[in-house]
């Protein structure tokens, strides 16, 4: 949808309570302009209490669509026409679009960035290189897990501090996914090819994760969801170990770029001047 083809503005937004922390608007806002399209792409500050009015309301303003961040990604499934298959089993979305007759439809883009963001570190990555160890069983998680189980990992060793929460995940995830015991985590490394470390833990302000890395095969991919800092405690050791590492931008911006397409009708890359420029505001 170029300014040359088409007079009309494209509009979408970011829904959050906060929304004022996003990148978002930084991203789709670099790629409006990188394409020289007419549009905009915003913060839209709502209240919980006011989420199934502002997703209608979507309709009525002539949005594309949005995004949702917290506390909205699971609210918002109550409230659109449509689910898609790989958000209702994550059990989030973070994208919805306006479909032509006026209907929403419910995305969940995380999956795919992650895995993107894997094999734009190693064209070569598949999941079935070998057993995969996931830390948390919160919504970045899910997002992980079931992307790993959709690209055919054997096997996926989930841990969290509670242990309850990881059996659930394991349990709606099918046979591939493993529950094990949070006191098990130092031993669950021994073998595995994949590291994914989806938790809170490292980030500015948390405690870094408590994990011994020595039974980590050289060979293994390290990957931490978390960008704030871009270097946490975890990569620094895997690292100064010597692995292959993946940092929680490129899941960021890779999540970005399919709701662009669905919105804009551009599928857009991810270039150096844009990484430099999130990398700024962290």
Request: hydrophobic share 45%; charged share 20%; glycine share 8%.
């Amino acid at each position: 949808m170029s300014s040359e083809s088409s007079p009309s503005f494209g509009l979408a937004g970011v829904m959050g309570w906060p929304v004022n922390h996003s990148r978002s608007p930084l991203i789709h806002g670099h790629w409006i302009e990188q394409y020289r399209l007419r549009g905009a792409y915003v913060p839209l500050s709502v209240k919980p209490e006011r989420l199934e009015a502002a997703l209608q309301g979507l309709v009525a303003l002539g949005f594309s669509g949005c995004n949702l961040t917290l506390p909205h990604k699971v609210e918002a499934m109550r409230w659109v026409s449509h689910v898609d298959p790989l958000a209702r089993r994550i059990g989030a979305i973070n994208t919805v679009v306006v479909q032509s007759d006026g209907t929403l439809r419910g995305l969940n883009t995380d999956a795919y960035g992650f895995l993107q963001s894997l094999r734009d570190a190693d064209p070569h990555w598949t999941a079935k290189q070998g057993p995969a160890v996931v830390i948390g069983a919160g919504g970045a998680s899910r997002a992980v897990v079931a992307s790993l189980v959709d690209e055919g990992a054997q096997e996926v060793r989930l841990l969290n501090r509670t242990d309850a929460k990881a059996l659930e995940l394991a349990a709606q995830m099918g046979p591939a996914v493993k529950a094990l015991p949070w006191s098990q985590r130092h031993e669950a490394l021994a073998g595995c090819a994949l590291l994914v470390q989806t938790t809170t833990q490292g980030m500015h302000g948390q405690p870094a994760l408590d994990l011994r890395l020595d039974l980590l095969p050289s060979s293994a991919l390290v990957c931490d969801v978390v960008y704030v800092p871009l270097d946490t405690p975890l990569l620094s050791e895997a690292k100064r170990r010597g692995h292959q590492v993946v940092d929680g931008l490129g899941m960021l911006l890779n999540q970005a770029r399919p709701a662009f397409e669905a919105w804009f009708g551009v599928r857009p890359e991810i270039t150096p001047a844009l990484r430099a420029k999130v990398e700024a505001t962290l």
